[in-house]
């Protein structure tokens, strides 16, 4: 009885102590920056100048006049859009409809914070340029702030090697006087092609050279920013962002897969069967799917048996005409329409056929865009079921893509660093129990969060075996 | 000469060859050999001109590849996708591995469509999970480049490609007239014998003639006579606590293995170190088999003896009077005893002889009856119909052939030209056949000697089923569409017949509407096989006794020859199997190829001398009758003397650019008595040595751990690096615990207790010897596996038969390559999983013990620290990592493990770089074996394949342990122990291996490791091993021996 007493009251003192402890938490900037990095930084550029996939913070308590409006749009932005608020609904529109995530579990601190960080980083007065000062995180952006004391430093330094080499000059003349002999001081030339210059600048072009090559051969295969044109001019601008389909509709191996997976031709039907208006891209690129297929989509069923490629242009010109004549409400075929039906019906056999494949039925072979060497395992279900990593993390915002493009570097830096950085799901997911001492260690307050890399995210063989 | 203590690889060790212990000491063996290959360099030895054109290419290289664009690689997705399939994860199937009567209920690994592995079916109650080697290596069959790939016609001077409706058209007008005779192994298909007997239906003058590579012909003919049926009795070698065999490799070869070995094992595993219940396992014979190694007791008999041995033990339980003049003293006294305590026990035996002669299977059937095992130990309610064929039927057919009865063969898969045991006089026969018609899907000698060839497809292309055991249906589906424009053997029958059912997948819609499983067909065609044969050892008809004559008569000749089953490529019907090629036979542990195996004789003072003075690898003069024939020479221990033995399926003419010409044909060597072929002959003799093996390429000696040398001072055997450390620093006597390594443990059942007090007692000083270090244990060794996965492994050596299931499931889950055998000469062999097989006790008739030796993941591992680019380093889950592309190969890492279980890529042999001067022709091929496309498909896409010049070994499956923990995350649920099993796990069929979470407490794993009997090879090192062994413990009955 005493013992459960006993512990029943080091329970509470530990309750109160940890209530007070939280409640003690307060707005400042350094929380912000964590709760940016794990809340925000997906969508919005850290430099808070530049849109991402949401629009620049930088200055963004001006920009709403009601504070508590603001605190509301961040907490849930659909709610907000919902009361028919102005602002937010103008925001909405101005973005193409992009919806924000909400974030609910947000206190008004932990948003004060954010605010604070974002205000501080925007104006450049975070992190404080307070010399010495041991701000935690502050090593992280030194490199830009602490410029200036390297231009210092170059700048004491030259002038100290112009004070030595006065006083070298001097002394030589000295000495040259000492021993009576006519002192004749180097011209510039003989000074830039004396021994000691030329030999410091060789070394100085072997660093650099050397520097340069290494450089790029880790560069060596990286395709960052590539988007090559692909045999049907599918914008994910249109599907993603104006039309809101799920990025693993379609990608459906994202979730249970190594793949993402391209989707079959026969996914696009889903929609395709039914969407297919206009004679430009209703005609031009989805008459491309139906090639694919076997589908007629004047008869509006599949194509049965095995058909000459003549009689599938017969198919397809029928079908690509009848959609220009309904277009144009005429009823013959003008000069203009029989050029659209040649050059679409041209394009669409030299997208869909190459050496390999003669007939336009059959696999569209896409471009690879995002390209792992062999010797990387990369699972997209980790990732994006497991981890709740959103597409947009690596892959940018490609609902805002007319052309798929390749963001991020995808080399090894990059995905280390990420493995650093992001915490894994720690609290909700059942699997992660057997690591007792980081429950303890996260109970006890020793540690606030567990990352990829504490968990073996680093390890060699996590990615390459 | 005894010696209980003593633990050795083979006569090299025991005899302390100074070459052996030489490169025992060494990792890699000289390295001047090793770069002067013909293939790669004309010219070895540089100087500083090539450095510098080196690095000038170099440079040059770099330049170009930085200045080529990067290449444009293509998504090509599906156009309709399958639902089943997700692109990136595996489908698997249910299917059965069927190939004669060899049969396995296996689960298919499918890639995007593409068969890369076999798994056990542990829904089956035959096999539980478990494989053979074969059925794991099928799969490499299915992407054999040597496959027929269209129908082919011969005029008598060169085969042409035929269409389909030719052939059907040629072999229909053939079919007309005249007898057929189809030529088929054991069929097990109830589907295909229906096919069949539709096909007789339309051409009545049809018969079918069934026979097996390695026949049990007598047998069934004894069961005719004694039960009224032709079939080989259910056998439960669980329930059975003493096994007599005779000969019969029932663990390797005979009828069931992979089944025996799973109930046998039930019964040699201590579960209670107090009360081992261990069954006693005897085996009568004169080679080495691998059941015999496994055995307790062996009791030598020559093998023209084996009949009077028989007679022997049937005179002594049966109270007959056969004849058993002959018989050597030494078996009888044996004999004597045994007799005794199986009459003492009875009901609790198993009594089994591989013998194919009539008398011999009859006297077996009566002790059996007479010590009452029918309904015990064995029965017929679900006998095994695994082997159905006689080779007395072939013996009529040649003789219907000669006389010119018989116009149209259609050989089914068999290759009586090759493994029937006259095949000479089968071949000149079936030459004078007006239409041989071959159903086949890769070359063998009987298709070349046939003139219509319709392919098949391979098994895993095909529909079927499958009745191994009396009411046990398993059925076969495809996991790929045909490959080429081959078609099913049973359709091409049916179509012949006319009587194929029409539509897409003709012979599936005969399979369904035949099925008669006790579950609906779509059930068993999820699981694999029909549930509902339950365990049933009825005998049916009871024993009706049959006249026995006399056993066969034994020769007095001073030397004879035993022929066995190889337990990798059977008969030569996996001839064609690089994978199985490579495989190393159990206990001579050779690869490509046969070797003789000679006895070791004791020269009484510290040499073991082989037969004739022969060494291992001297080339030798055999000839047995009238054949001369040069084949190589093992020196086996446990052979007994004045025998010799050979092993089968060797020397194919027509096996593929890998199985032809591998090794010596010894089919036509047999004995033939009454129509039946038998395993041995009187008339034989050896040579002395004629010269030496090219390519010598047993691998017992390469990897060697754990050996011993002489102290140079005392003349005692010490440890080889004690020496070593003697000559540098002339200490001796050095550190105590390295002298005796702890590599195998070994005790008898009967002395456990004190046996395990010794093992207790070394491990105590092992680990305190350990504990005395200059690093002091600091936090992070105390905790860094307190949390998360520390994972781990457990091997049964107790339940381990050495069939090698394992090798080649890692070799097939890993794309570990084949090297070939010149390669593995060179001790170059790439597996990482090896099964080393140590003699003890008796010299003369030792026991045997296997142990799987793969990387120990050592948490304190010696490769990870001298490793000068942290090439391999260990993951905080207790993983030692190997990271290809940071290896330079240095090869350090090898030097410095003490298992010896890293292997270096000294050529390119799955084509992973760009030189092709890199890449080896194991078989004089055009395209190197690992670059053909198709050989590749059956590469596993989840492992790297490693180039040149990297170091490679076992990662404990660290794709499957991804994909497991993945599996846990996704539904958010702890591990367990069915998440992740590695594939030498789930191939064994004892399942003696274990792998798991040591910090799973409830899981298998930790269970196991609680076990007395464990201990960890090499323990006194403290390199803290992640695997942990059993000691072997033996049922050895000394009074046999006396």
């Known amino acids: 009885m005493i013992y459960n007493h006993l512990n029943r009251k080091a329970l509470l003192i530990f309750l109160t102590a940890l209530l007070s402890f939280s409640l003690s938490a307060e707005v400042s900037p350094d929380a912000g920056k964590k709760l940016f990095k794990n809340n925000c930084a997906r969508c919005h550029a850290k430099n808070m100048k530049s849109d991402a996939t949401g629009p620049a913070l930088g200055g963004v308590q001006e920009r709403w006049d009601n504070e508590a409006d603001l605190y509301a749009w961040i907490r849930?932005?659909?709610?907000?859009?919902?009361?028919?608020?102005?602002?937010?609904?103008?925001?909405?529109?101005?973005?193409?409809?992009?919806?924000?995530?909400?974030?609910?579990?947000?206190?008004?601190?932990?948003?004060?914070?954010?605010?604070?960080?974002?205000?501080?980083?925007?104006?450049?007065?975070?992190?404080?340029?307070?010399?010495?000062?041991?701000?935690?995180?502050?090593?992280?952006?030194?490199?830009?702030?602490?410029?200036?004391?390297?231009?210092?430093?170059?700048?004491?330094?030259?002038?100290?090697?112009?004070?030595?080499?006065?006083?070298?000059?001097?002394?030589?003349?000295?000495?040259?006087?000492?021993?009576?002999?006519?002192?004749?001081?180097?011209?510039?030339?003989?000074?830039?092609?004396?021994?000691?210059?030329?030999?410091?600048?060789?070394?100085?072009?072997?660093?650099?050279?050397?520097?340069?090559?290494?450089?790029?051969?880790?560069?060596?295969?990286?395709?960052?920013?590539?988007?090559?044109?692909?045999?049907?001019?599918?914008?994910?601008?249109?599907?993603a962002g104006i039309n809101k389909i799920d990025c693993k509709y379609c990608h459906d191996g994202a979730r249970r897969s190594k793949h993402a997976v391209i989707p079959a031709a026969n996914t696009c039907m889903n929609c395709h069967a039914a969407i297919n208006y206009g004679s430009e891209y209703g005609t031009g690129e989805i008459t491309k799917i139906y090639a694919s297929v076997g589908y007629d989509p004047s008869e509006k069923k599949y194509i049965d048996g095995d058909k000459s490629e003549e009689e599938l242009e017969a198919i397809y010109t029928k079908w690509i005409e009848s959609e220009y004549l309904r277009e144009k409400g005429i009823e013959e075929l003008d000069k203009e329409g029989k050029d659209l039906v040649s050059t679409q019906w041209e394009e669409i056999v030299?997208?869909?056929?190459?050496?390999?494949?003669?007939?336009?039925?059959?696999?569209?072979?896409?471009?690879?865009?995002?390209?792992?060497?062999?010797?990387?395992?990369?699972?997209?279900?980790?990732?994006?079921?497991?981890?709740?990593?959103?597409?947009?993390?690596?892959?940018?915002?490609?609902?805002?893509?007319?052309?798929?493009?390749?963001?991020?570097?995808?080399?090894?830096?990059?995905?280390?660093?990420?493995?650093?950085?992001?915490?894994?799901?720690?609290?909700?997911?059942?699997?992660?129990?057997?690591?007792?001492?980081?429950?303890?260690?996260?109970?006890?307050?020793?540690?606030?969060?567990?990352?990829?890399?504490?968990?073996?995210g680093l390890e060699c063989q996590k990615c390459h075996y | 000469m005894k010696n209980q203590s003593n633990i050795w690889v083979g006569e090299k060790d025991l005899s302390k060859d100074p070459q052996f212990m030489k490169e025992a000491q060494q990792e890699f063996i000289s390295l001047e050999e090793h770069i002067a290959d013909e293939q790669v360099m004309e010219n070895v030895g540089s100087n500083r001109r090539d450095f510098l054109k080196l690095m000038g290419f170099g440079l040059g290289a770099a330049t170009v590849a930085a200045g080529c664009d990067i290449p444009v690689r293509r998504a090509i997705p599906y156009v309709v996708k399958p639902d089943e399939i997700v692109p990136g994860v595996a489908t698997y199937y249910a299917s059965s591995y069927v190939k004669g009567g060899d049969f396995c209920s296996i689960l298919v690994k499918t890639r995007e469509g593409r068969p890369i592995k076999i798994e056990g079916n542990d829904m089956c109650d035959m096999t539980g999970g478990g494989t053979s080697a074969r059925a794991q290596a099928s799969v490499l069959e299915l992407y054999d480049t040597n496959r027929f790939k269209a129908p082919k016609i011969t005029d008598g001077e060169s085969w042409g490609e035929a269409s389909w409706a030719n052939v059907d058209q040629k072999v229909k007008a053939a079919l007309k007239s005249g007898a057929t005779r189809i030529v088929t192994n054991t069929i097990l298909s109830p589907t295909s014998k229906k096919a069949i007997a539709d096909f007789k239906a339309v051409y009545p003058n049809t018969k079918v003639v069934t026979y097996d590579p390695v026949s049990s012909g007598a047998m069934l003919e004894a069961n005719q006579k004694n039960f009224g049926q032709k079939s080989i009795p259910d056998y439960r070698f669980d329930k059975a606590d003493t096994i007599v065999s005779f000969n019969a490799d029932f663990l390797g070869t005979w009828i069931s293995p992979t089944e025996y070995a799973r109930q046998y094992a039930n019964r040699r595993r201590i579960k209670d170190v107090k009360n081992p219940n261990m069954s006693r396992h005897i085996q009568v014979e004169s080679h080495m088999s691998m059941t015999g190694s496994n055995a307790d007791n062996r009791i030598l008999v020559k093998p023209s003896e084996q009949?009077?041995?028989?007679?022997?033990?049937?005179?002594?339980?049966?109270?007959?009077?056969?004849?058993?003049?002959?018989?050597?003293?030494?078996?009888?006294?044996?004999?004597?005893?045994?007799?005794?305590?199986?009459?003492?026990?009875?009901?609790?035996?198993?009594v089994i002889s591989s013998s194919n002669n009539l008398n011999e299977q009859l006297m077996v059937n009566a002790i059996n009856n007479a010590l009452g095992n029918y309904g015990k130990t064995m029965g017929f309610g679900q006998a095994s119909m695994q082997r159905q064929g006689d080779d007395k039927e072939v013996a009529a057919l040649v003789n219907e052939m000669n006389s010119g009865s018989v116009s149209n063969v259609i050989v089914m898969g068999s290759n009586p030209c090759y493994d029937y045991a006259d095949a000479g006089k089968f071949v000149s026969a079936f030459a004078k056949v007006k239409n041989r018609i071959a159903l086949s899907y890769a070359p063998n000698e009987t298709v070349a000697a046939c003139n219509i060839l319709a392919p098949v497809h391979h098994t895993l292309e095909s529909w079927g089923d499958a009745e191994p055991k009396k009411g046990h249906i398993s059925l076969v589906q495809p996991t790929i569409a045909p490959l080429f424009d081959t078609r099913q053997g049973e359709l091409s029958l049916l179509i012949w017949a006319g009587a194929a059912p029409s539509g897409d997948q003709p012979y599936y819609s005969y399979l369904k509407s035949n099925w008669s499983g006790t579950s609906s067909f779509d059930n068993a065609l999820r699981d694999g096989i029909a549930h509902g044969a339950s365990d049933n050892l009825a005998v049916g008809s009871s024993f009706t006794s049959a006249s026995i004559g006399a056993p066969s008569k034994v020769a007095s000749s001073e030397l004879e020859i035993s022929f066995y089953e190889p337990v990798s490529i059977g008969n030569g019907e996996h001839s064609g199997n690089p994978w199985l090629q490579e495989m190393p036979d159990p206990v001579t542990r050779t690869s490509w190829g046969s070797y003789l195996a000679v006895p070791v004789n004791f020269d009484g003072v510290k040499r073991f001398k082989g037969f004739n003075g022969l060494n291992d690898g001297d080339l030798v003069e055999l000839t047995i009758g009238n054949k001369v024939m040069n084949v190589p020479v093992i020196q086996q221990f446990g052979q007994m003397p004045g025998t010799v033995a050979l092993s089968l399926g060797h020397g194919r003419t027509e096996a593929g650019k890998c199985g032809t010409g591998v090794g010596v044909n010894v089919n036509d060597c047999l004995t033939i008595i009454d129509g039946r072929a038998q395993y041995y002959n009187t008339n034989v003799s050896v040579s002395n040595k004629k010269g030496t093996e090219d390519h010598y390429s047993a691998v017992q000696y390469h990897h060697t751990y754990g050996v011993k040398g002489t102290d140079s001072a005392t003349g005692e055997t010490i440890n080889a690096d004690e020496e070593t450390l003697g000559m540098a620093y002339g200490l001796s006597g050095y550190q105590g615990a390295l002298t005796d390594r702890s590599v195998i443990y070994t005790a008898n059942a009967k002395n456990l207790k004190e046996e395990l007090e010794t093992l207790h007692e070394k491990r105590h000083e092992a680990q305190h010897l350990n504990d005395q270090t200059l690093y002091p244990a600091d936090e992070y060794e105390r905790t860094r596996y307190t949390q998360g996965h520390h994972w781990g492994m457990h091997v049964d050596l107790n339940a381990c038969t050495g069939c090698g299931a394992c090798t080649v499931a890692c070799m097939a889950e890993n794309n570990v390559p084949v090297v070939g055998k010149k390669e593995v000469s060179r001790h170059h062999e790439m597996t990482w999983l090896r099964i080393d097989r140590y003699y003890y006790g008796d010299h003369e008739n030792p026991n045997v013990v296997y142990q799987p030796m793969m990387c120990q993941h050592c948490d304190n591992a010696p490769c990870e620290n001298v490793c000068p680019v942290n090439a391999?380093?260990?993951?905080?889950?207790?993983?030692?990592?190997?990271?290809?592309?940071?290896?330079?190969?240095?090869?350090?890492?090898?030097?410095?493990?003490?298992?010896?279980?890293?292997?270096?890529?000294?050529?390119?042999?799955?084509?992973?770089?760009?030189?092709?001067?890199?890449?080896?022709?194991?078989?004089?091929?055009?395209?190197?074996?690992?670059?053909?496309?198709?050989?590749?498909?059956?590469?596993?896409?989840?492992?790297?394949?490693?180039?040149?010049?990297?170091?490679?070994?076992?990662?404990?499956?660290v794709q499957r342990i991804q994909e497991g923990k993945l599996t846990a995350k996704t539904e958010k649920r702890s591990l367990v122990d069915k998440d992740v099993k590695t594939a030498c796990q789930t191939s064994c069929p004892t399942g003696a291996i274990t792998f798991g979470d040591q910090n799973d407490k409830k899981g298998e794993l930790s269970k196991k490791l609680r076990s007395p009997l464990n201990y960890i090879a090499l323990e006194e090192i403290n390199v803290r091993s992640s695997v942990t062994y059993t000691m072997k413990v033996n049922n050895r009955d000394e009074a046999l021996e006396a």
């Open chain 2, 307 to 350: 009949g009077v041995a028989i007679a022997y033990l049937y005179n002594k339980i049966v109270g007959a009077g056969a004849s058993t003049s002959g018989l050597n003293e030494r078996a009888k006294k044996a004999l004597d005893k045994l007799a005794k305590s199986l009459y003492g026990a009875p009901g609790t035996s198993i």
């Open chain 2, 872 to 957: 391999t380093n260990h993951s905080a889950e207790g993983l030692n990592q190997m990271t290809y592309n940071r290896c330079v190969g240095t090869r350090y890492c090898a030097n410095n493990c003490p298992y010896k279980v890293r292997r270096f890529n000294w050529l390119d042999y799955t084509t992973a770089d760009i030189f092709p001067a890199n890449q080896p022709r194991a078989f004089g091929e055009d395209i190197p074996y690992g670059a053909d496309n198709l050989t590749r498909m059956v590469l596993n896409p989840d492992v790297t394949v490693r180039s040149r010049g990297v170091i490679e070994k076992c990662s404990f499956c």
């Open chain 1, 350 to 456: 030299s997208s869909l056929t190459n050496e390999q494949k003669k007939t336009v039925q059959g696999p569209i072979e896409w471009t690879r865009i995002h390209n792992l060497p062999d010797h990387v395992y990369f699972n997209h279900a980790q990732h994006v079921t497991v981890g709740q990593i959103q597409c947009q993390d690596c892959h940018g915002a490609v609902e805002e893509m007319e052309v798929a493009q390749q963001m991020s570097p995808l080399s090894m830096g990059w995905c280390i660093n990420c493995h650093r950085e992001t915490e894994v799901q720690f609290s909700t997911n059942e699997y992660y129990k057997s690591y007792v001492k980081y429950h303890d260690d996260i109970a006890s307050g020793k540690k606030d969060k567990v990352t990829v890399s504490d968990i073996g």
């Open chain 1, 76 to 239: 849930n932005s659909q709610g907000l859009i919902a009361t028919g608020n102005a602002r937010a609904n103008a925001l909405f529109k101005e973005w193409n409809g992009s919806v924000m995530n909400s974030f609910e579990a947000l206190s008004d601190d932990d948003i004060g914070s954010i605010l604070s960080y974002v205000q501080g980083t925007y104006l450049g007065t975070y992190p404080a340029p307070v010399a010495g000062a041991p701000l935690p995180g502050a090593s992280d952006v030194a490199e830009t702030s602490n410029a200036w004391m390297y231009w210092l430093l170059l700048g004491l330094l030259g002038i100290i090697a112009f004070v030595l080499f006065r006083i070298t000059g001097g002394m030589g003349q000295i000495a040259a006087e000492k021993t009576g002999e006519a002192y004749v001081p180097k011209t510039l030339l003989e000074t830039l092609t004396s021994k000691g210059v030329v030999s410091l600048l060789l070394f100085a072009l072997i660093v650099f050279a050397g520097y340069t090559t290494v450089n790029n051969a880790v560069g060596l295969g990286r395709q960052q920013g590539y988007a090559p044109d692909q045999p049907i001019k599918f914008s994910h601008a249109t599907h």
